[in-house]
């Protein structure tokens, strides 16, 4: 039922675009495309989605769901999928209609910058904190005394913290999980407490200081 119902808004949307393009190339003829000396490059990407669109629920889309007939060839199966591909672009076209929704897709376009910067500043700081945890977890891992008495311990800091690579994804676990301590605390309780000072200063700084900065820039 409801890939029936899907098909048949399909059809729907589809038959309002079409209907909409012709009367509005009615309307402003060759204006539609080319005034003023300026290609309209919107328009005709917008009937180009709208013609394809068109083309693929009234002729591919059919004849390659025929079982009976001949099989379509290789380019008419290319076709139907790049066809398929510029339908999905037809949300472009949808969002159009709603002025709230543009505007709150024109300021994700427009925060993306100081999103990107933020990340990379996160990134950063992340990259420096694994570094320095590498190097404290380290002595303990290779502590003959700590192997011997507890394995289990030795292998859990090796898996979080015993290369760089492993401190810096389970940093990025502890920002934005929200599940810090389960990181954190085998390493206080077993290991020593020194790791209580590194992660009461790495969580005041970067989970709580500025993850909330960043976050008040974009609400502001």
Same mark, same amino acid.
């Given at each position: 039922p409801m890939d029936g119902f899907i098909e048949v808004m399909q059809v729907v949307f589809c038959v309002i675009f079409l209907l909409e393009?012709?009367?509005?190339?009615?309307?402003?003829?060759?204006?539609?495309?080319?005034?003023a000396g300026v290609f309209e490059k919107f328009n005709i990407f917008d009937t180009v989605i709208v013609l394809f669109t068109v083309l693929d629920l009234a002729i591919l889309?059919?004849?390659?769901?025929?079982?009976?007939?001949?099989?379509?060839?290789f380019p008419?199966?290319? #076709?139907?999928? +790049?066809? &398929? /591909?510029?339908?999905?672009?037809?949300?472009?076209?949808? #969002?159009?209609? +709603?002025? &709230? /929704?543009?505007?709150?897709?024109?300021?994700?376009?427009?925060?993306?910058?100081?999103?990107?910067w933020s990340m990379v500043l996160l990134f950063l700081t992340m990259t420096m904190a694994a570094l320095i945890l590498t190097q404290l977890?380290?002595?303990?891992i290779e502590d003959p005394s700590l192997n011997e008495d507890n394995e289990d311990i030795v292998e859990?800091?090796?898996?979080?913290?015993?290369?760089?690579?492993?401190?810096l994804w389970t940093l990025?676990?502890?920002?934005?999980?929200?599940?810090?301590?389960?990181?954190?605390?085998r390493l206080v309780e077993e290991v020593?407490?020194?790791?209580?000072?590194?992660?009461?200063?790495?969580?005041t700084v970067v989970v709580f200081a500025m993850t909330r900065i960043i976050t008040a820039l974009f609400l502001k």
């Open positions: 393009l012709v009367v509005r190339i009615a309307m402003r003829r060759q204006a539609y495309f080319y005034e889309t059919p004849l390659s769901d025929d079982t009976d007939g001949p099989k379509p060839d008419v199966i290319r #076709i139907a999928r +790049f066809a &398929k /591909l510029l339908r999905a672009l037809q949300l472009i076209r949808t #969002i159009q209609m +709603f002025s &709230k /929704l543009r505007v709150l897709m024109a300021t994700v376009g427009m925060s993306f910058c100081a999103l990107l977890v380290n002595p303990y859990w800091m090796y898996t979080q913290y015993g290369t760089a690579g492993r401190s990025f676990l502890v920002t934005f999980s929200g599940g810090w301590p389960n990181y954190v605390s020593s407490v020194v790791f209580a000072y590194v992660f009461g200063v790495y969580v």
